[in-house]
């Protein structure tokens, strides 16, 4: 097992990893920006390098900073977290190439999903249910005419190198498709330096289900159940929870044994996500992450498996261990995102904590690296805490979940717990029939 | 930069340092002290770098250390990215290994007390095999090596001062 | 099920059960004395009721003035907490006389199970395993060393109304009882205002291991496994763990049936423990509390089960609802008593907490009303924090115990968290090779 | 004592209000206010009560709120234990129900402006069905009764102020 791991990220989920090393008793090296220099992670870690300023370019996606810090320290790997340089296939393979092990799946599986239209082709060939669309990057408005007469009206245009909703369009007609594919293109160009969109069927009420797995890449692979993230706005996740309020059990079999094969045939390493649109009991692939995610403490919460120790064990080249057999599953978790945004309009609200006060007592999990004092930088994302509620079932998770947001106090800044208060008490969401489309509806009816 | 402890980040407020230093000037108080909250502060006379326990807590916070030496004692060296406002500081632009020499027991490009010109080179930092020459940004008089020959330094370390 | 529950007690314990009322959407109505108006479970309250002075006698034991709340406020259920009033059979008994439920169970079996010799000859009666000793008090010299000789030396003479060490003599010989006998009679009589003692045979080095009981009142009984208290000083618990890492599943599933069998028989209701010493194989009958305990948390951790919340619905009338066979403890858990004094002597250290910052991520959970800026009086005991820690084996439970011990801070105050580092570090510890005398032993030989 | 709702709790130093008081006579200002860490104290040349908001936290202290009213004021009338620092204010010793006249519908025991014996009864606290006669611990005049009839009152709620 490793002695010393360099964790190249920051925030709450750069504190969660070093908790997880030392759960085993690794030596963590945090590296941060000078913003983060009295940061909650920073502090607890055995050792740190300040390795720029502030903006991420020059701080968390500085390669050179970083390998410079893995060197001076004798790290001996590093753990990208999540964002950042976490799906930088590139980034993998200089880690590797500079003697560091990169704790994360093989840089050849995080390309193949990093780009949107392979990952798709590439799902098709694995089995994976994918939407209905144009095969590749649109040439010309005709050749999108045709795709979208095809796969049907309405027909939704994204950026082949896109995500989190930027350069996407939806067309109703061919006049609408004509008008936007030049908007499509233009908006990619200037977010991701690539113009090439793509079309394809557009769902109208789809939840979001992912599938979370674990592979040692030597075959063996294991899924961790679902997680419904279909509470969202602007694409973001918001409320995540599992199991799915809108799967059932012979669905859950079906798409995780799909996930599972797909993961096996590909060899797939470290921890894995598979997300999908679901409607009409149908599953359509989105993409793959091929790293950690945000909501995975859910998924922790009900099946007792601690993902990033699993993430570290897999890097060292440990086997899985176990089966499918041997997961169980039990009760319900609910993950809510707790960001530094005013609950209202969600205007960011960086500054300094003058009070914290996090729930505690059974069944309640808080990530967070606030503590009074803290100062909240304006530079980097708002998720400022994660609580994680768990109960023997969803009523009771759902109770557990009131009683712990009544609890939790961060003065000094605004925060979307009042958002999620209201979401807690909402009937809707009580009774778990949403899709992706409904909070943003439910925000709009109450704006 | 922190090596195998884990202390807690300090950082000193300089706007407050300065105010209490003009009332140490008003006053003729040859020190002055304040506690709240877990923080300390303490100025003296011919002090220049103050400590503070940092707001908030470390692993070791129930012993916390308050580094109160003199700028460029080498206490302070590490202070990296906090500390070290004084307008002659050469801080690191990049994280490597610090090199005084151009080649081991080769005389160090520059000593305490040398005078020395915009854009002479004054040490090495080494990062990915690449050695970066460190240049003066003006003509001056080195007063202080904080960094020592062979050192890991992290980005914003005081390296020099140049007055 | 109740509407709204009077908490009548303080510090962790008061808000552990507002967290159980909340989880369950009861109101709850905190009663507290002056010195505890800022406290957390007083500001979680839904109500409050300050009842009295910082003397616990004329606040937290004070009956009258905790009816009062309760009538002024509206309450149908009064939970009496630990300590203070939770083994007083006239609180129980009164509190239901004026039309309130006692959430606990009931009266005669708290009676009975408070006085030292009833308690013993009913045990024997429900045929739990006891110590040899006297039948009863002692009324001569002659008397307590005719019962010493048949008992065997070494024998401990204790107090029959006693606990937590008080009127405790230990006699190798003819001579030495001649001589304590009157020693411990007048210990008891200031510590009790009684004075008879009674002997029992002394066990070298036991360990202390103790069964969690639920019964409904109407039959149903299941235990929820041991916890292993044998790390005391001055016989108070420091650290629990479950399971113990000195008994095997025959003696386990022995003992429990024994305990689940003698409860049926009794007809108990709500939630209580049968204390053991253990040595050799054997167990011996120590007492039973007929309430809640401090460690019930590890029990929650491995079982799943809420006790506070059982408590609460068998007080409500409901059926237990599960059988032993839907019972499954899993992994291990371990709970540190976080007190506010100096870890070197434990010396008292109320005030101020200039910093505070709780321990998070998987597996950790933390009782504690604690916050920056609190007080922490110095009029009660110096219980301030329930570190609580889940692994899937005691070996990762240790793990990650050291780590949330190096992430806990409490700051302004003297605590107990660098004896639980020791502990923790502990080769004999890490071993699981201690008794009930190996934490004095071995502070005295690091003293 | 709160009900139905969980506002924190108050709690004000009384001697730090008395130092700001001292202050305020020294220097003639009118007013004084201090803010830290959570917690803000102020004072003005016509009021009494003071109200810091607490500490620390309470579940709805992302809106604190901070009362300000002169004493004897309702809205101070439930601090309870906390504020009523006056020598002359007579506090309930224990808790019930308090009841200003020996029956509904009779004249209250005393009204504001009475002048009261030492000994006298002033008011009635219902405990366990039990009767409890409040009698004035010295003889003055009644200038504020802070309790109203029928109205619950936990221990050391400020119940009448006699000067």
Known sequence: MFEKVLIANRGEIALRIHRACRDMGIKTVAVHSTADANAMNVRLADESVCIGPPPARQSYLNIPAILSAATITGADAIHPGIGFLSENADFAEVVAEHGFTFIGPKPEHIRVMGDKVHAKAAAKKLGIPTLPGSGGALRSVDEAVAAAREIGYPALLKAVSGGGGRGMKLARDDDELRALLPLAQAEAQAAFADDSVYLERFLDRPRHIEIQLLGDGNGAVVHLGERDCSLQRLHQKVLEETPSPGLDDAGRQKITGIAVKALKELGYQSAGTIEFLYQDGEFSFIEMNTRLQVEHSITEAVSGIDLVREQLRIAAGEPLGYGQSDIHLRGHAIECRINAERAEDFRPSPGRITEYHAPGGPGVRVDSGLYQGYEVPPYYDSLISKLVIYGGDREECLMRLRRALEEYVIGGIDTTIALHQRLAENAEFQAGTYDIGWLERMLSRSA | ?163
Do not use: C, W
Not at chain 2, 35 to 53: F, K, M, N, P, Y
Not at chain 2, 70 to 83: C, E, F, K, R, S
Not at chain 2, 101 to 127: C, F, K, N, S
């Open chain 2, 1 to 163: 930069m922190k090596f195998g402890g884990s202390r807690p980040k300090l950082a000193p407020d300089p706007g407050l340092i300065r105010s209490l230093a003009k009332l140490l000037d008003e006053t003729g108080l040859s020190e002055i002290e304040y506690e709240a909250d877990g923080q300390r502060i303490h100025v003296a006379r011919q002090a220049a770098v103050l400590a503070t326990s940092a707001a908030s807590v470390a692993p070791s916070a129930l012993e916390k250390p308050t580094v109160a030496a003199p700028a460029g004692a080498n206490g302070a060296a590490h202070h990296g990215a906090n500390g070290h406002d004084h307008p002659g500081t050469l801080k690191a632009p990049l994280v490597g290994v610090a090199y005084l020499a151009a080649e081991p027991g080769m005389p160090p490009y520059v000593r305490v007390g040398d005078t020395v010109a915009e854009g002479q080179t004054l040490l090495i930092i080494e990062a990915m095999k690449v050695m970066n020459q460190i240049r003066a940004p003006q003509a001056g008089r080195v007063t202080h090596v904080y960094v020592g020959d062979a050192e890991p330094v992290e980005y914003g370390s005081a390296l020099m001062l140049i007055e």
